[in-house]
């Protein structure tokens, strides 16, 4: 008997679109300290997945339970404890870094752990500087500094990589590790190798094979 | 457990409203067309005042109309594109406040100059002086309701690309009831009728679509994004 309930399973999760299975009978389970990888060709429905379990796409059918409880019965609570950064951050180009940083991570993290988050993003000399300054990489480190000041339990990143350098990799490789570490859980898509030690890997099928099999 | 609901409300006016700030550019340009037409339209049907006078109300709310067309568009289309929509969805609270947060910061960058100004655009049109002030607390009323009707179209025509003609197509005929009464408030005062009766009319559809509207936006919302 085990008393701690899985932070999140996913049972028999089927979604449709257009007639088309997309993802077929997906089932896991995520206990707090993972750290749970994506796999699966363009297409294979990795996004789709995330998605769902971000509850902004409803599966067709199947259950997702976040502490044993259904999410669809206690969806403020699971939706105020996850963290979502999907292909498109919501940074706003307009604003500066600082104003985006703080707009993602709530505004109410401490001035020092906030001007921290910019150092370790290495983004501090630009911290007033209007995003649509910076490159596509500082762009979406400006949106991966919010990881630094979440206080979510679990991640669902989607391709976090992209568009980063080594130091870049490198830095969400910490977070993802620091964030473990706490108990936290974190789902990433990804078709990078990830670095990483205990790390878990799910692979959804290709939609060809999945037709012939 | 989650934020307390008025927070998504401020937190989304203010948001847009700072970035309204930053793309003042874009914003003001409605506003300038606006005005232009109300400058050329002496211009071309010819300066006595009597004729003029008597379209004038008619005329500053049709010009009220098509400038809330014309910023509306990228109300919701622009967070679609860059991926807030999606975090706007999936934060822990009603959605119906965020969404009555972004309309009213449209509001606030659309109808309320407009508001402002159309004593003058009155002036240009030599709106007789009795007309002002109904004309004036009309608009206020009336560019709400047009804000509110053009949330629905935006949110109808998120993920399209050119959704110009078809978010006019929907909401031109919900705009009729709006610019009727809108209209005749500022006719009743310049003919000395009790302006009072019309605006009632108007007050009345404000309220029904501060209610509905922002439902039928999150509703719609949830629905188009899901692709």
């Known amino acids: ?213 | 457990m989650g934020t307390p609901h008025a927070y998504g409300f401020w937190a989304y006016l203010l948001r847009d409203l700072s970035l309204a700030n930053h793309r003042r550019g874009e914003v003001a340009s409605p506003l300038v067309f606006l005005l232009m037409a109300t400058t050329f339209i002496p211009l071309g049907i010819g300066p006595q005042s009597e004729l003029l006078s008597s379209i004038a109300p008619g005329i500053i709310w049709v010009l009220a109309l098509l400038t809330t067309l014309l910023s509306v568009e990228g109300l919701f289309s622009r967070d679609y594109h860059d991926g807030s929509l999606e975090q706007m969805l999936i934060s822990p609270q009603i959605l119906v406040m965020p969404v009555l947060g972004k309309v009213t910061a449209h509001w606030v960058v659309t109808g309320l100059p407009l508001t402002l100004f159309s004593p003058f655009l009155g002036l240009l049109l030599s709106l007789p002086s009795d007309g002002y002030l109904p004309l004036a607390v009309g608009l206020a009323l009336g560019t709400g309701c047009l804000s509110l009707l053009a949330s629905v179209g935006a949110a109808l025509t998120v993920t399209l690309q050119q959704s110009a003609l078809l978010l006019t197509l929907i909401v031109m005929p919900l705009y009729m009831p709006v610019i009727i009464f809108g209209s005749s408030v500022a006719q009743y005062g310049v003919d000395g009728l009790n302006w009072m009766e019309p605006l009632a009319a108007l007050g009345a559809m404000l309220a029904l679509m501060l209610a509905l509207c922002p439902l039928a936006v999150a509703g719609i919302l949830r629905l188009t994004t899901i692709n």
């Open chain 1, 1 to 213: 008997m085990r008393l701690n309930k899985p932070l999140l399973s996913v049972r028999d999760i089927v979604f449709v679109r257009d007639h088309e299975t997309v993802l077929d009978k997906i089932n896991f389970e995520l206990q707090s300290g993972d750290v749970l990888q994506v796999q699966g060709a363009n297409g294979s429905g990795k996004t789709t997945l995330l998605r769902i379990l971000t509850t902004a796409l409803r599966p067709t059918s199947g259950d997702i339970l976040y502490s044993g409880q259904l999410v669809s019965q206690c969806r403020f609570n699971y939706l105020s404890r996850i963290l979502f950064l999907g292909h498109q951050t919501g940074v706003k180009l307009s604003l500066s870094v600082a104003q985006n940083l703080a707009w993602m991570s709530g505004q109410n993290s401490a001035a020092d752990r906030f001007a921290e988050a910019l150092k370790v993003a290495a983004l501090t000399d630009y911290a007033r500087v209007a995003c649509q300054k910076l490159s596509a990489g500082q762009q979406r480190r400006v949106a991966l500094a919010q990881l630094l000041l979440s206080e979510a339990d679990i991640w669902y990143l989607d391709e976090p990589y992209t568009a980063l350098d080594k130091e870049g990799v490198e830095m969400v490789n910490k977070c993802m590790d620091l964030h473990r570490k706490r108990g936290g859980a974190v789902v990433l898509s990804t078709h990078q190798k990830v670095t990483m030690d205990s790390l878990r890997t799910f692979s959804l099928m290709s939609p060809v094979l999945g037709a012939n099999g």
